[in-house]
């Protein structure tokens, strides 16, 4: 809207007459496309005071045009939907020092990864347990987690998915067609008759939930091939509940097929109904993104790609800090004067659909409703495999890592295969 007032002053009718005309804006009611008008103009309610966000004035025909050159000049600066995913800096502090006084600098973290977290989370990095202290100026602060042989929570990076659309038609057409495991190499057909032997495959529309103990540990592995989106936000909040379930959880990690969950308690007999019920995606997704900054951060996006929070200026750009610094303001005066706001709701959409996948996660709770399968075993399963590989990917560290992670590798792959 504003890179066409910068062309030449446009008529709203007309300008709506072709924006829904295009597929992806379809649906887009009069009402929000007039709110959209109203924030490009002035910034909405809670901003239209500022002079800096006043870029479109009416003209005695009825057309908004730009309010200055200026506006023009910024539009061309800072036009763009791509935004860098930042990097934040990660620091371990020493016990009994202020907050955010010193510390050894230990590296960077995707800004994705670290928004995530609440105080008192664990994660790994660089084969060193951290818990999270929390965010000061744009640092991750976190001390050394000192309880030996029990922690190891990984939450992972931002990694794009595989695939858009659900991996369950891709087991379905492998895994339990029975009559094109021929057509599969001998190796991979002696792993799904050992997965089948030692739990089950799972029909369509089923969700094969595993537990079992290795090590010191107890492990928890359903299969929802969903995505790896999907199944990051399950992992938060399956582990919110095993939280108040008391079983200790340590840490989880997702793949495009699967869920991991480790702990220190057997969870091998709780209620896998109750757990995956849908209504986690009420209260315990809300407490969650409230204890998080995932919205703040998906806020920050959306104000950079509408315009409202300029990176560049003639001859200076704007560092990361001042970005979030700039869009943590207005989020929070929007949140509370105008919760409504039209960029408020593009952000829990966009944080809904594009990092959460909660849409995907929903179907499929409510898709597995009493069709839960779930299986004890004493050692981890074939399917289990690759799940709990991802975990010794972040474990490991140092020259020697490729050497332990193909022990590691050997080690699960004979056990899972043992007769």
């Known amino acids: 809207m504003l890179g066409s007032a910068c062309a030449a002053p446009f008529d709203a009718d007309q300008l709506y007459g072709e924006v829904v005309s295009a597929f992806p804006y379809r649906n887009l009611t009069r009402a929000d496309f ?15 005071r500022y002079d800096q966000y006043a870029r479109l004035r009416k003209t005695p025909e009825g057309k908004w045009r730009v309010s200055h050159p200026r506006v023009a000049q910024q539009y061309r600066l800072n036009v763009g939907v791509i935004v860098e995913d930042p990097m934040i800096d990660i620091r371990q502090q020493s016990k009994g020092r202020p907050t955010g006084a010193g510390g050894r600098s230990l590296g960077q973290l995707e800004e994705y990864f670290v928004e995530q977290l609440t105080p008192g989370d664990t994660f790994v990095f660089s084969g060193s347990v951290l818990r999270f202290e929390g965010i000061h100026e744009e640092c991750g602060l976190c001390l050394a987690h000192q309880r030996s042989g029990s922690a190891n929570p990984v939450l992972q990076r931002r990694q794009v998915p595989a695939f858009d659309v659900p991996g369950a038609a891709v087991c379905a057409r492998w895994c339990r067609n029975r009559e094109m495991w021929n057509t599969l190499p001998d190796p991979v057909q002696e792993w799904l008759r050992i997965q089948e032997w030692r739990s089950i495959i799972p029909k369509p529309g089923q969700l094969l939930v595993e537990t079992f103990p290795r090590g010191s540990k107890n492990y928890l592995v359903c299969y929802p ?18 939280e108040r379930l008391r079983m200790r959880p340590l840490g989880f990690v997702a793949n495009e097929y699967a869920l991991a969950v480790w702990a220190l308690r057997d ?30 951060r998906t806020f920050r996006n959306c104000a950079i790609i509408s315009g409202l929070i300029e990176r560049r200026y003639p001859g200076k750009e704007k560092t990361g800090r001042q970005v979030t610094f700039s869009s943590d303001l207005i989020y929070d005066v929007l949140r509370e004067h105008e919760p409504d706001h039209i960029l408020l709701r593009a952000t829990y959409e966009d944080a809904a659909t594009g990092l959460l996948d909660i849409a995907r996660l929903s179907e499929m709770l409510a898709r597995v409703k009493n069709r839960i399968v779930t299986r004890a075993l004493d050692r981890v399963s074939p399917l289990a495999v690759p799940a709990l590989l991802e975990i010794s990917k972040e474990m490991v560290a140092g020259e020697a890592h490729e050497d332990i992670l193909r022990e590691a590798e050997e080690s699960l792959i004979a056990d899972a295969m043992r007769v």
């Open 225 to 242: 091939f969903e995505g790896r989106l999907a199944h990051q936000t399950l992992g938060m909040l399956i582990t919110r509940r095993l």
């Open 267 to 296: 969870m091998s007999g709780l209620a896998m109904d109750k757990l995956f019920d849908q209504d986690m995606l009420g209260d315990d997704l809300d407490a969650w993104l409230g204890d998080s900054n995932l919205y703040k």
């Open 34 to 48: 007039d709110k959209v008008v109203d924030f490009v103009a002035t910034g909405g309610y809670a901003l239209k």
